[in-house]
């Protein structure tokens, strides 16, 4: 899959490049339903999560950069990493980690389990976007209309709408522990 996408792989192709008879790869795994999930486990297995020793808010901010990482060195999955539910061993073990980083840094399980869902979330999209863009795209369409949308120009005037995706990362990552130390009577009910 890394090195001819997620379209080319299937359970006949996977036989031919092991070298074997077609049949053989469901002894392995039933369907291409599990082959998708292996890759996705495949994948998250690579991600080495902090040990439990220092500040939690900076192994959790090292851990989902590891996560990030893992997930844009395979490119053609991150469309799979986005789609597919994390459900498996790595992914189960990404989960109790966050959760259990963000509770014992003294984060009501609830929110943890926000926090976690938000964070795969935004990681999941961010890896689409660092790995489906190269960030040498002018803003061609922005410019052609310059009237239209002079608060956007105005506003990636700077950085020629180029973005730092670690510093994205940072970002979120700061912005969602800011969130965390909001009381919960602060946040709308829906969201506490």
């Not at 077609?22 to 998708?36: C, D, F, S, T």
Request: charged letters at 20%.
């Amino acid at each position: 899959m890394d090195a001819d996408g997620l379209a080319a792989l299937s359970m006949r192709r996977l036989a031919a490049e092991l070298g074997v008879d077609p049949m053989a790869a469901y002894r392995h795994v039933p369907n291409k339903e599990a082959l998708l999930d292996a890759v996705v486990d495949a994948v998250l297995a690579e991600v080495e999560l902090p040990a439990g020793t220092g500040p939690w808010e900076e192994r959790l901010s090292v851990g989902v950069h590891r996560v990030l990482a893992a997930m844009t060195a395979h490119p053609h999955a991150t469309p799979l990493l986005s789609a597919r539910k994390w459900l498996t061993p790595a992914g189960l073990a990404i989960i109790e980690w966050g959760l259990h980083t963000l509770t014992s840094g003294g984060v009501d399980p609830r929110r943890a389990v926000l926090v976690m869902n938000a964070t795969g979330l935004f990681l999941t999209g961010l890896a689409q976007a660092m790995t489906g863009l190269d960030g040498s795209e002018p803003l061609t369409a922005l410019r052609a209309t310059p009237d239209a949308y002079p608060v956007t120009l105005a506003a990636l005037a700077s950085g020629e709408g180029r973005f730092v995706y670690p510093d994205l990362l940072d970002f979120w990552i700061a912005t969602a522990l800011a969130g965390l130390r909001t009381p919960p009577d602060r946040l709308s009910p829906a969201s506490s």
